[in-house]
């Protein structure tokens, strides 16, 4: 049996509208996520914009020049880092008081005599 | 012996055709891959499920509501989430919950792969109407190379419902069969100094940054191609579910409960809809090739494209062509392609984080193509 006899390629079947369709749908797909891209590409410097005003205002032009720029995955994990270090490296308040506590050990099973006594096993 | 006659002629050995042993033996295939080789596992095994509770033969046309395209049936009641396209917005709710954009933010240039990514969808449309297919199937079967199954299934439930099973199983099959299809086309159309490129770490992303996403995302997409918003607007408000950080229990609710019940019912029934009698045709057949060809031409239509945008890069902006791949949706699979051939190449380079860039642009892409579709055709 086979299924594909019936196959029957016909090139009129594709008019202008068709090939229109095709044209302008993958254009407008890439016309949707264009869009997207250049909003998203603008965005960090558009949420910057407060800061960098706030820091020429100040008299900083070149730090209100750096503002909103990206801060590469490794500074950040640099920076990640350092305080991680720096956190595990601090000690809660001491009293800076040596002691030292007598264990209170009132007896164990392997020397207390009294315990063998009492605690037999019974068969 | 009447009564025994009677029974046995409703039994399914009495009715058992080659189409339902056929069936039968796919649906197997289907839970065997799943299970052996885990592709797919959460849609492979109820698809193949379906496919053998579909293909169980009874005595059609008995009144007994049984089928799935029996009015009255279970399976038709479930099946109706299919056919009035709810349960794919259902489901990209769930994934927009469970999507971080952060890759795609960080590096905005990596979205128009996942549009190049596309180009199987509008060719294969092409090549649908050139088999003699109708302007609305050719359509639905082209969308087949967008690799999203909810996509293929809500534009075929719109534009042709006759052809939903077949176009639902090709579209999940090649998205289990991603680690198959890609690598060798990827192989093709890439030198090994491109698949060597390593790419500059993605920048971090802010909490600003991740909550317009999904605000401006919709509203771009959305007011260029409103046929796209069902799905767009599912996964667009799913993820701001998630990043807004103040609705915590929806997006948990959306990303684990709600989707995987939805995935459920969605694949038992699109399994369940693979019924011999209408399913088992030479223009299923020619369904499943034209998907492959679809799927191979968005392959390649992203890596080529990548290799075009490195023209105009610096340098030290360069894309590593592989991650193109990735701009056919098939989320994860094809980023994990990506990056499964770029450590071939070279095992110090992990291209996942770059890869899953296009590969969420192309769940846009792919949701706007269909959405364009709609709007020509309906």
């Known amino acids: 049996m086979n299924l594909f006899l019936w196959i029957n390629l016909d090139p009129g079947a594709i008019s202008t509208d068709h090939l229109m369709l095709a044209v302008i749908g993958y254009s407008v797909v890439f016309l949707a996520l264009l869009l997207l891209y250049l909003f998203f590409r603008q965005l960090p410097k558009l949420l910057a914009f407060n800061l960098r005003r706030k820091l020429r205002k100040e008299g900083e032009p070149e730090k209100a020049a750096m503002a909103g720029s990206a801060i590469p995955g490794e500074v950040n994990a640099a920076i990640a880092t350092a305080i991680y270090l720096y956190l595990s490296e601090l000690h809660d308040h001491e009293t800076a008081v040596l002691t030292i506590t007598k264990a209170a050990k009132t007896y164990s099973p392997w020397n207390s005599k009294i315990y063998n006594v009492t605690h037999f096993r019974r068969f | ?378």
């Open chain 2, 1 to 378: 012996m009447e009564g025994i006659l009677r029974f046995l002629s409703y039994s399914g050995f009495a009715n058992v055709t080659a189409g339902h042993v056929i069936m039968i033996l796919v649906g197997l295939v289907f839970i065997y891959l799943a299970i052996r080789y885990e592709y797919e596992p959460l849609l492979l095994v109820p698809i193949g499920f379906g496919i053998l509770i579909g293909n169980t033969p009874f005595l059609e046309h008995a009144g007994l509501q049984l089928g799935i395209y029996e009015d009255g049936s279970v399976l038709n009641y479930l099946y109706q989430g299919v056919l009035k396209g709810i349960y794919p917005p259902l489901i990209f709710l769930g994934i927009g919950a469970m999507t971080d954009f952060s890759t795609l933010i960080s590096n905005p240039k990596l979205i128009l792969l996942g549009a190049a990514a596309q180009l199987g969808i509008f060719t294969t449309y092409l090549g649908a109407l050139l088999l003699g297919f109708s302007n609305p199937e050719s359509a639905s079967i082209g969308i087949i190379g967008g690799a999203d199954g909810p996509t293929a299934i809500f534009l075929s439930s719109r534009l042709a419902p006759h052809l939903i099973g077949s176009i639902a199983i090709a579209a999940y099959s090649y998205m289990a069969l991603v680690p198959i299809i890609q690598p060798p086309i990827m192989r093709l159309l890439t030198t090994e100094d491109e698949r060597k490129i390593k790419m500059k770490p993605p920048r971090s992303v802010t909490k600003q940054e991740k909550v317009l996403f999904p605000i401006f995302g919709l509203l771009l997409t959305g007011f260029l191609a409103p046929g796209s918003l069902p799905l767009l607007g599912m996964l667009f408000f799913g993820n701001l579910l998630k990043e807004s950080l103040v609705t915590k229990r929806l997006a948990d609710t959306a990303k684990n409960a709600m989707i995987d019940i939805v995935t459920i019912i969605l694949g038992l029934t699109v399994g369940a809809s693979t019924q011999a009698t209408t399913f088992l045709t030479g223009q299923s057949m020619l369904i499943f090739v034209l998907g492959a060809l679809s799927f191979m031409a968005s392959t390649a239509g992203g890596v080529l494209f990548a290799k075009v945008m490195n023209v105009f890069l610096s340098e030290e902006n360069r894309i590593n062509p592989l991650i193109g791949a990735a701009g056919v949706s098939a989320v994860p699979d094809s980023a994990r392609v990506a990056q499964m051939e770029g450590l071939k190449a070279d095992p110090s380079n992990h291209l996942l984080m770059h890869a899953m860039a296009p590969n969420v642009a192309g769940v846009i892409g792919s949701a706007v193509a269909a959405g364009i579709m709609m709007s020509f055709l309906m």
